[in-house]
Nanobody, 114 residues
Framework: QVQLVESGGGLVQAGGSLTLSCTSSVATINPLRIAWYRQAPGKQRELVAIISPVSSTDYANSVKGRFTISRDRGKNAVYLRMDSLKVDDSGVYYC????????WGQGTQVIVSS
């Protein structure tokens, strides 16, 4: 079973940038559709961005123009570049492979301070 691992979260000021990484040490994620989700305290988990195996992408309206999802096949990784961060972007970010049966990772926390 594919186990996904997220990294790259941290504390950043509003207007700043972070890049999150998603990878797996036990299997290739290159053939998989990979999505980033986030969950803020007291809120439901929401889809942020998704990338197909051929790198077509889609974004939640709230992050369009600010976030960029990409993949590096050589590194077996998917990234989420987050620019112009807002306080409302704070939360735990998870990567997942919808429809693959892959396990969710533990998530990586993003805190955007005002």
């Amino acid at each position: 079973q594919v186990q996904l691992v997220e990294s790259g979260g941290g504390l950043v000021q509003a207007g700043g940038s972070l890049t999150l990484s998603c990878t797996s040490s036990v299997a290739t994620i290159n053939p998989l559709r990979i999505a980033w989700y986030r969950q803020a305290p007291g809120k439901q988990r929401e889809l942020v961005a998704i990338i197909s195996p051929v790198s077509s992408t889609d974004y939640a309206n709230s992050v369009k123009g600010r976030f960029t999802i990409s993949r590096d096949r050589g590194k077996n990784a998917v990234y989420l570049r987050m620019d112009s961060l807002k306080v409302d972007d704070s939360g735990v970010y998870y990567c997942a492979a919808p429809g693959s049966g892959a396990s969710w990772g533990q998530g990586t926390q993003v805190i955007v301070s005002s």
